[in-house]
């Protein structure tokens, strides 16, 4: 009988909690009016994050890939949305001024925001790039199911000593986003990272790829294999819309392979991730500074072509995750 008392009123309770928080949320948000007008209709939306944009790429190939990516979104049936943090406003989908602002800032000069650093950069009314993890959370709060980026963070080749563990995996754990990647970034332990991913629930497959083998961001095998595949947005929708059904709490991700003519040449990687990981521990580099260190070095080592092969494995990502969200929105109406 107590329960019968109780659990109405816990019901009701945690239904005011939620829509209280949620709306504090929108407090602090600044949806793009764009971006509003596509969600408002139910329209495809692709959510984009900005570590790329402040810590992953040079200026200008920043903003010049950020810029493409959504023209690439939009070519596709789908709206893209850049997601970053400006003056402590949560931003989604940015104009062309507030992209440049974040592009332009040197990387020890904004910060790269996870889940950690959300209340600090908005208590300062900082500005920042939203990692894989960060964008997750703002996504998923303005209920936009897909999300394109190069490659999730992971285990670093040290984790098992240093435990350096990307928070990306985490949130992939509690977060119901979809995330379109080329798997998990070539720098890091893929084999440790994906045993991660299945602890935390994470659903992984490849997307057209035909042995389950899951990419290395910039090459096209890691010698790992996932149990599934998706061949084509239909089959990538109906898993995300039985992820919703379930009411899973956790997100899937999608690694699709670089394009074949883009991939870069695995000894010429490896040798300079060898290289540039030593460089970063001589150096002292440490925790949250270390992926954009080794990303920066592993193109100076390659002379640019590391570079070449992350800028088209986003645009590809872009795509394959706008035909993914105009298929989940025409299939949900
Ligand atoms: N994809 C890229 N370049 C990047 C990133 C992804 O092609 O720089 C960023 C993402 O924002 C990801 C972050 O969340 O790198 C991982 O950082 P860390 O390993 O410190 O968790
Ligand atoms: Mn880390």
Same mark, same amino acid.
């Given at each position: 009988?107590?329960?019968?008392?109780?659990?109405?009123?816990?019901?009701?309770?945690?239904?005011?909690?939620?829509?209280?928080?949620?709306?504090?949320?929108?407090?602090?948000?600044?949806?793009?009016?764009?971006?509003?007008?596509?969600?408002?209709? =139910?329209?495809?939306? %692709?959510?984009?994050? +900005?570590?790329? #944009?402040?810590?992953?790429?040079?200026? @200008?190939?920043?903003? *010049?890939?950020?810029?493409?990516?959504?023209?690439?979104?939009?070519?596709?049936?789908?709206?893209?949305?850049?997601?970053?943090?400006?003056?402590?406003?949560?931003?989604?989908?940015?104009?062309?001024?507030?992209?440049?602002?974040?592009?332009?800032?040197?990387?020890?000069?904004?910060?790269?925001?996870?889940?950690?650093?959300?209340?600090?950069?908005?208590?300062?009314?900082?500005?920042?790039?939203?990692?894989?993890?960060?964008?997750?959370?703002?996504?998923?709060?303005?209920?936009?199911?897909?999300?394109?980026?190069?490659?999730?963070?992971?285990?670093?080749?040290?984790?098992?000593?240093?435990?350096?563990?990307?928070?990306?995996?985490?949130?992939? =754990?509690?977060?119901? %986003?979809?995330?379109? +990647?080329?798997? #998990?970034?070539?720098?890091?332990?893929? @084999?440790?990272?994906? *045993?991660?991913?299945?602890?935390?629930?994470?659903?992984?497959?490849?997307?057209?790829?035909?042995?389950?083998?899951?990419?290395?961001?910039?090459?096209?095998?890691?010698?790992?294999?996932?149990?599934?595949?998706?061949?084509?947005?239909?089959?990538?929708?109906?898993?995300?819309?039985?992820?919703?059904?379930?009411?899973?709490?956790?997100?899937?991700?999608?690694?699709?392979?670089?394009?074949?003519?883009?991939?870069?040449?695995?000894?010429?990687?490896?040798?300079?991730?060898?290289?540039?990981?030593?460089?970063?521990?001589?150096?002292?580099?440490?925790?949250?500074?270390?992926?954009?260190?080794?990303?920066?070095?592993?193109?100076?080592?390659?002379? =640019?072509?590391?570079?070449?092969?992350?800028?088209?494995?986003?645009?590809?990502?872009?795509?394959?995750?706008?035909?993914?969200?105009?298929?989940?929105?025409?299939?949900?109406?």
């Amino acid at each position: 009988m107590v329960l019968a008392i109780t659990s109405p009123f816990l019901h009701a309770c945690s239904k005011y909690v939620f829509r209280t928080s949620l709306r504090n949320f929108r407090t602090l948000v600044d949806v793009h009016p764009r971006v509003q007008r596509s969600l408002k209709q =139910g329209k495809a939306v %692709v959510a984009l994050e +900005s570590t790329i #944009i402040t810590h992953g790429m040079p200026y @200008p190939q920043n903003i *010049e890939t950020a810029q493409l990516v959504e023209q690439l979104v939009s070519d596709n049936g789908a709206l893209g949305a850049t997601i970053a943090i400006i003056d402590g406003r949560i931003k989604v989908g940015l104009t062309t001024e507030e992209m440049e602002k974040i592009a332009k800032k040197n990387r020890n000069e904004i910060m790269k925001i996870s889940r950690r650093d959300l209340p600090y950069l908005v208590a300062i009314k900082g500005s920042g790039g939203t990692t894989v993890a960060a964008t997750m959370i703002i996504a998923h709060m303005l209920g936009i199911d897909i999300f394109a980026t190069g490659g999730v963070g992971g285990v670093h080749r040290d984790g098992h000593v240093t435990l350096d563990i990307s928070a990306d995996l985490v949130e992939l =754990g509690r977060t119901p %986003v979809t995330v379109v +990647s080329s798997g #998990i970034k070539s720098i890091l332990d893929i @084999p440790r990272t994906l *045993e991660y991913l299945e602890t935390q629930g994470v659903c992984v497959a490849t997307y057209g790829v035909k042995d389950c083998a899951f990419p290395d961001f910039y090459t096209r095998n890691s010698g790992c294999k996932v149990p599934y595949n998706l061949n084509g947005p239909m089959e990538a929708a109906d898993l995300i819309k039985s992820l919703k059904e379930l009411n899973l709490k956790s997100g899937i991700l999608i690694g699709v392979p670089v394009p074949e003519q883009f991939a870069a040449n695995k000894e010429m990687i490896e040798a300079a991730i060898e290289q540039a990981t030593c460089e970063a521990k001589l150096q002292g580099i440490y925790g949250k500074q270390v992926t954009p260190y080794l990303l920066a070095a592993i193109a100076k080592i390659t002379q =640019g072509k590391s570079l070449d092969a992350n800028i088209a494995l986003i645009k590809n990502n872009a795509t394959v995750a706008a035909q993914i969200s105009r298929e989940l929105s025409r299939s949900s109406k």
